[in-house]
């Protein structure tokens, strides 16, 4: 078991020998001429003998103090460098929380453009849709969806939850007819149960049951709903800012001119402590410039 004085006593004890004046130790520390006297009386005081003497209006260490400030300026060299190789760990490594929709449909077509402006950044990406655990989890910055803010956290939009019907255009053309809202009712919904659905058709001034049939596809992400819809299996409810390439190539197409949202947006979040981090500011500067 280690018998230390107290390191924040340690610590202006280093500044104070340094100087051999207690004005500059404060002044160094921030902190008041009478708080480092207190702390030095501290260490004093766990030794049982003086440090300082006190000549003619100044300090002078004492030789035994002298020895001992010596070692411990190395002392503190050695953990300043640990410390240092902790926080170039630390920069060299970017972790992003982000839901498996905007991975897949977004982010992951365009990181590559973040780690060319910035090589000395490696990026991880995880794709989780539960909340994040920024300190348990490791993440530097979480990309979720919600209605924002939130206590504790920074946080900036990046655009609105909006969302249409969307379909392939084969499975449009199969359909033989000019479609009105209405017709949605007879044909394969994916994820019916999602309150999306509802919303569009209250917005089409069309009751959509609260109970929606258990019949079709049940899928647990908008990424899987588009891919399901690009191959046939029906109409999902999509945000078109993530399908724009899909529908410049024709393996999408809305089915009608109306957008609904809930009110929700899509958010980088990040610990508030944290908002002069270095990585984090590059990175939602990017995100940010990307997107608009």
Not at 29 to 50: D, K, P, W, Y
Not at 235 to 250: C, E, G, N, R
């Amino acid at each position: 078991m280690r018998t230390l004085p107290p390191l924040s006593a340690v610590r202006v004890f280093e500044a104070a020998a340094r100087h051999e004046n207690f004005t500059a130790a404060a002044r160094e520390l921030g902190m008041t001429q009478a708080a480092v006297s207190h702390q030095i009386r501290v260490i004093e005081n766990h030794f049982g003998q003086q440090l300082f003497r006190r000549e003619r209006q100044r300090v002078v260490l004492t030789e035994p103090a002298r020895r001992a400030a010596a070692l411990l300026g190395k002392g503190l060299d050695t953990i300043e460098a640990a410390f240092a190789g902790l926080r170039a760990d630390d920069e060299a490594m970017l972790t992003i929380s982000t839901t498996s929709t905007f991975a897949n449909a977004w982010l992951a077509w365009r990181i590559g453009r973040f780690q060319v402006r910035y090589p000395d950044i490696a990026v991880r990406l995880l794709t989780q849709d539960a909340l994040t655990d920024f300190a348990g989890d490791g993440v530097d910055v979480a990309i979720r969806s919600g209605h924002g803010p939130w206590p504790d956290v920074a946080a900036h939009r990046l655009l609105v939850q909006d969302f249409t019907p969307m379909c392939s255009p084969g499975f449009l053309a199969a359909q033989a007819r000019t479609l009105v809202p209405a017709d949605l009712f007879d044909l394969p919904l994916i994820s019916p149960h999602d309150p999306s659905w509802g919303c569009w058709f209250r917005e089409a001034g069309l009751t959509y049951p609260d109970d929606p049939p258990t019949a079709g596809l049940r899928l647990d992400s908008q990424a899987n709903e588009a891919h399901a819809a690009m191959a046939g299996q029906g109409v999902a409810m999509l945000t078109p800012f993530f399908w724009k390439q899909d529908m410049t190539d024709h393996r999408l197409i809305p089915m009608f001119d109306q957008v609904s949202t809930l009110g929700q947006a899509y958010w980088i979040v990040y610990p508030e402590h944290r908002r002069l981090t270095r990585k984090i500011r590059r990175f939602r500067d990017w995100l940010l410039a990307e997107i608009a």
